[in-house]
């Protein structure tokens, strides 16, 4: 708007009014109140898309203010000059603020506003008269999103080229961004195009971390940052490709994110880790037990190749079978995060690799414990059959043959692999409501006998809880399961829930009296009882005693 009427927010109307979502979508000559301080909205032509601006962006619109009685007092369109404000910052009257974020981009709407959300009783001579109601044609031309990343106005970020896809970079991601630094008198301070650098690690300043995050490929964003997120109190030295940046400096930083590359975490402990290199086609990853071909080369960390499979003239990609120990663990869990096509880098730990043994390999030696490098695409896989794609009585062969190979592994000492067995074989036939009689009675002792083993392997891997939620699935099938009842006890005396443990225990003898494991136990949990009790008397001895002193 003109220099002399600037619409500026009235005297006393600065305190903030939160605006209700709109009931309802209006039609074209429609008009409804918005919130309840007598802000009224009159549809002229519908705008496009569904999305509005928000608090803090930069709208352009188009206007003409009017007095009820018609009276024109001010038109940008008359002016042939758009006019541009920064939403919900106070800069114009408050009914523009409440009513501009319900309108999409390229809306016309009539706004009525009465003086409680304009000039109120004083008006703003000689324009508007005291106590006036306006009305004000709106075009709401376009916006600039501007966001206030860090929620304390310490960087603004203001988007100049939108981006595309949806997800953002993460901490362990590796970006590459063009990036350019200015003091806010516009002096230089750094540019650089295609610089390299992971996300948690940070570049230049804390602000460009916290920036990229928010970022989508291809978006281009002018970054306002105080210099909290700048360089702070002591500011920055000049280097050689950098102009120094002086203490208690704002910067202007402009950032675009060319690309990145996803880096994750494959296991909990962050021993293994995959670099995305290549997307790779669709959502479908190998399960286990699935059939997959790749193409890999591994490496030491000197970059001496030990292992190249599938890349040269007619050689076929190497094949194996996922969840059967054909290669090292920290390869096998990578792949299985991986879909077709999709090309990594992955870092494996000693752990999850050879170990501490020396390993002869096709093409070198992998030293005892070696961090070891793959490079590995996923040709193809073809993946176990799921049990939605089985009929009833392919549901129950799988889910016994499962149950045979956790037997395999848990006679092996393997009881994490074998807990998954016994996990997959149950999932087979979770749900029985279309089985036959019989194969109802084949499904509930494989449930019962998966289960219980499940639990042992628990107790094993000391996983008390577990196995206790299994136990008592077991007990809700069979309440008299003598098993059931004594590892349930095993697992309670673990977490000294002793007086449960006796119940199972006594339960348990009630029905096999002569069960030798269950009487051992019986006598393990009164030794940790009385155990327990001492700890109990000599904590409680040391306390009266330090009262007493």
Not at 160 to 169: A, I, R, S, V
Request: negative net charge; contains cysteine.
């Amino acid at each position: 708007m003109d220099e002399d009427f600037d619409i500026p927010a009235a005297p006393d109307m600065n305190d903030d009014f939160d605006l209700p979502d709109e009931p309802a979508a209006l039609k074209v000559g429609e008009e409804k109140e918005i919130g309840n301080q007598g802000l009224k909205k009159k549809l002229l032509k519908e705008g496009e898309g569904w999305v509005t601006p928000e608090n803090g962006d930069e709208v352009e619109v188009h206007y003409t203010g009017t007095l009820l009685d018609g009276t024109q007092f001010d038109s940008s369109r008359d002016r042939g000059t758009p006019f541009k404000f920064t939403l919900g910052q106070g800069q114009v009257i408050k009914g523009w603020d409440l009513g501009i974020k319900t309108m999409k981009k390229s809306e016309k709407a009539l706004f009525t506003i009465p003086p409680e959300l304009a000039y109120g009783e004083s008006g703003s001579p000689p324009t508007i008269p005291p106590s006036a109601t306006l009305q004000f044609d709106v075009e709401l031309l376009s916006w600039t999103s501007v966001k206030d990343i860090c929620k304390d106005g310490g960087i603004f970020k203001k988007i100049l080229t939108e981006g595309n896809k949806w997800d953002n970079p993460k901490d362990l991601d590796e970006v590459l961004v063009n990036f350019e630094a200015k003091l806010e008198d516009g002096t230089l301070v750094a540019k650089a195009d295609g610089v390299e650098f992971t996300v948690g690690d940070g570049y230049f300043c804390p602000a460009v971390a916290r920036a990229v995050k928010t970022l989508k490929i291809g978006e281009k964003a002018l970054l306002t940052v105080k210099p909290q997120y700048g360089f702070g109190e002591k500011g920055k030295p000049a280097l050689s490709n950098e102009r120094a940046v002086p203490p208690n400096a704002s910067l202007d930083i402009t950032l675009e994110l060319v690309s990145w590359k996803t880096v994750s975490e494959v296991t909990p402990d962050k021993k293994v880790i995959k670099k995305i290199l290549k997307e790779g086609e669709g959502y479908e990853k190998p399960n286990d037990g699935a059939i997959v071909k790749v193409k890999l080369t591994g490496k030491l960390g000197d970059g001496k190749v030990f292992l190249r499979k599938g890349y040269d003239d007619g050689e076929e990609p190497f094949e194996f079978k996922t969840d059967e120990e054909q290669v090292i663990d920290g390869l096998d869990k990578a792949v299985a995060t991986m879909k077709k096509g999709e090309i990594a880098l992955v870092t494996i730990a000693q752990e999850y690799a050879f170990g501490s043994s020396e390993s002869l390999q096709e093409l070198a030696v992998v030293p005892p414990n070696s961090t070891v490098y793959y490079e590995v695409e996923l040709v193809a896989f073809d993946k176990e059959k799921e049990s939605w794609d089985m009929n009833n009585q392919e549901k129950v062969e799988a889910a016994g043959k499962k149950k045979e190979e956790g037997n395999v592994l848990f006679k092996s000492g393997k009881f994490a692999r074998a807990s998954k067995r016994y996990e997959k074989a149950v999932k087979f036939i979770e749900y029985d409501s279309s089985f036959s009689e019989d194969e109802k009675k084949q499904a509930k002792a494989l449930k019962v006998a998966c289960n219980l083993n499940n639990a042992a392997c628990k107790l094993k891997l000391k996983q008390y809880n577990e196995a206790e939620k299994l136990c008592t699935k077991v007990l809700e099938l069979e309440s008299s399961n003598v098993k059931a009842l004594y590892r349930r006890a095993q697992a309670y005396i673990e977490l000294a829930d002793f007086d449960l443990a006796e119940f199972d225990i006594k339960k348990a003898l009630d029905i096999d009296p002569n069960n030798r494991d269950v009487k051992l136990e019986y006598k393990t949990l009164k030794e940790k009882v009385k155990e327990y009790n001492k700890k109990d008397a000599k904590f409680y001895g040391n306390m009266f005693a330090k009262m007493k002193n």
